[in-house]
């Protein structure tokens, strides 16, 4: 299938771009829309304990930013800027930068911390720096002089400090994300305690957002259909609880293109053989069930979370099948971006795009700091 990005361009007034996240992140809007009709809802975020039961499981991402934009001066002269993307070992990093550094340069910045420029891809923009210090120590530093990668959209006269507070989950945990899996930041921590309290299971998976977030879709991507690559990691006992809750019918709800990459990424196929199984379908049911009736058993394909670290490419788009998750929780995306055929590939682009109008029309805030949308 021919892929082409123009066909997911809509225009968007720029003041409509959030700056600033809502001072309640739970208080900001919820536009839910019905990917099976497309019929559309106006509500808040904390309206979510109105939509959500015991027979859901959230899946947040828990990863954590970093203040991965750094500042420096060229040996021979002259400013620059890099953003930090992944740690290669215990000196090395890969990143990107702005202008663009040549091989075997050398850097400085503030707090002794220098760096040598080791290779460079002319074709990803990307560059592996060695540092002069290693592992922790390096951390320590970063925390003094780095700044929290914002998306170039973002125009804010918010402190450091006060945008560390802002562009993070209340639950990060893991560090190691060059931009914030911004759905989650409308998570308070008692609106998920009442979510708890009313049964929804709350399961978290770790996956570090990065050079993606920041770059234009390029040709090699339509020509490839792979995005960057990023890393994640699911547990075995997350795992294992996210296939029983699939298993006993439960609906499972991504909280972020991150989460659904992931959980996507990580899902294998096990065949519903209806004479040797742990259980079966039944005809006219969306869940799986111990009690065997043979009458009404049809075949259907079951997905299984792989648990481990890895890393995935995953670009979801049009027609694509989703194999695990069942709902999705993100917030409005770019024009012409792979966050959007992947949402748009969720419902169907015709229902995305009448959401997405809709939203315009009543003034929705748009982005990462924006308002939120429920696709179930």
Known sequence: MFLDQKNYYYSLPDSLIANKPESRRDHCRLLSLNKKNGSINHLNFFDLKKLLGPNDVLVLNQSK?????????????????????????????????????????NLTFGHKLEAQVLTSDKDTGQIELKFNQSHQIFLQTLDK??????????????????????????????????????????????????????????????????LGTFQNLRPENIATKTLHQEFYEITPDTANRLNLAKKQGKRIIAVGTTSIRTLESAATLINNNLENSEFTIFEGLERATHIHQPKKCVKRN???????????????????????????ITNFHL???????????????????????????KQYRFFSFGDAMFIF
């Open 302 to 328: 079951f997905y299984k979370i792989n648990s481990g670290k890895s890393s995935t490419q995953i670009f979801i788009y049009p027609p694509y099948k989703f194999k695990f998750v069942d709902a999705l």
């Open 145 to 210: 002089i780095g700044y929290t990668p914002l998306p170039p959209y973002i125009s804010t006269k918010d402190s450091e400090k006060e945008i560390r507070k802002e562009y993070q989950t209340v639950y990060a945990k893991e560090l190691g994300s060059a931009a914030a899996p911004t759905a989650g930041l409308h998570f308070t921590k008692k609106l998920i305690s009442d979510l708890k309290k009313q049964g929804v299971q709350i399961e978290y998976i770790t996956l570090h957002v990065g």
């Open 65 to 105: 930013v970093f203040p991965a934009r750094l500042f420096g001066k060229k040996i021979t002269g002259g400013n620059f800027e890099i953003l930090l993307l992944r740690q290669i070992n215990v000196f090395s990093w890969l990143a990107i930068s702005k202008p663009r550094l040549i091989v075997g340069q």
């Open 335 to 361: 024009p012409e971006s792979s966050l959007l055929m992947l949402v748009s590939a969720f419902a169907s682009k015709k229902y995305v795009f009448k959401a997405y109008q809709e939203a315009i029309e």
